[in-house]
Structures are given as C-alpha cells and as structure tokens.
C-alpha cells in the first residue's frame, strides 16, 4: 500500500512539472486490459486501445461499468496543449482533452466540459485529470484518477492498473 501511495503521490506532483517534448509515448501502443486485483474503482471490463504514431494519439475505451452501463469513448490528440473533441460512442456527447508529456512515460490527460453560462456564453470547465505512467518494461500502464472539488481541489477517484495484451484483442 505504501508503493500505492507514492505512487499517486508522485503522479500528482508531476501534474505541476513542465514537459517540453512532444513526441508521444510510443511504448503506450496496443492493447491493455484493466488488472482486476490492482485497480479501484473496478469496472466489469475495461480494454484501452491505444494507436500511436509520431505526432498523434488515436485512443479508445471500451468499459462496462460494475453496474453494468457501457462506456465507449474515442480521440485523436497531440501534445501540444490545444483541445481536441472527446466523442462518447454510446451517447453521442461530445467532451474534450488536452493532453501534456510530463516525463518520457507519463502523461497528463485534462477532461474538458464547453459549458453555456447564464448569460449565454460558451465557458471551459476542467472536470477531471488523468495522469497515466508507462511501466518501465513497457508491460502496464497505471492511471491516477482525480476530480475538482467545487472548492477547487483535488479529488483522487481511482487508481487504474491496466496490462498490455499481447494476441488476439479482448472484447468487453
């Protein structure tokens, strides 16, 4: 648990420290599968797909939730500090990410809500941040979840392990 904990502490801090290279994270490639027995909150099933090139992160998920709600969600995204539409494949709303290079592999993934105020003008609201690390060997990816609090903290909701899947893709 005292790994867990440094862990999630490290990635936070991270959340804070500057990333000038752009280049992606090319070991994030493939298929990953949610590790059970290492992961809160747990979902049914969870299957990242990752497919990577040079300049761009073409992501998609794949989750059953523990209550049984699917949840299908797809981008195409660089490191470059700009928006790029988040498209939920079950309902159709459309979110958007910005994704940042912190470390050679670790990256910060900001969830972005275009929101109308009452006076009518369209408004940003980060609703949450992901900082997913690259094991070493190239093997797991482990996902830091966190909210913003009303107050403007931090919320952690979860941390996510997911293993690489070598062969056939796993469907949920």
């Known amino acids: 648990m005292k790994i867990k904990s440094a862990l999630i ?5 991270n ?35 990752y497919a990577i090139t040079a300049d761009e992160q073409h992501y998609v998920v794949d989750e059953i939730s523990s209550d049984g709600k ?4 797809e981008y195409r ?14 309902s ?6 910005k994704l940042r290079k912190v470390l ?13 105020g009452s006076d009518g003008k369209e408004t940003n609201v980060v609703r949450k941040y992901y ?5 070493p060997n190239s093997k797991q990816i482990m996902s830091v979840l966190s909210s913003i609090l009303p107050d403007g903290t931090f919320q952690v909701t979860g941390v996510r392990y997911f293993d ?7 469907k949920c």
């Open 92 to 97: 159709g709303e459309v979110n958007y990410v």
């Open 9 to 13: 502490a490290f990635a936070v801090a």
């Open 70 to 73: 699917k949840f299908n969600t």
């Open 15 to 49: 959340m804070f420290v500057g990333g000038a290279a752009h280049t992606q994270i090319m070991g994030m490639n493939g298929v990953w599968r949610l590790n059970q027995e290492l992961s809160f909150p747990k979902a049914k099933c969870e299957i990242l797909n």
């Open 77 to 90: 995204a660089r490191y470059d500090g700009k928006e790029y539409a988040n498209r939920n494949l079950v």
């Open 131 to 135: 900082i997913r690390m690259l094991s």
């Open 104 to 116: 050679d592999r670790v990256e910060e993934v900001t969830n972005i809500r275009h929101e109308k």
């Open 164 to 170: 690489k899947v070598e062969g056939s893709k796993p």
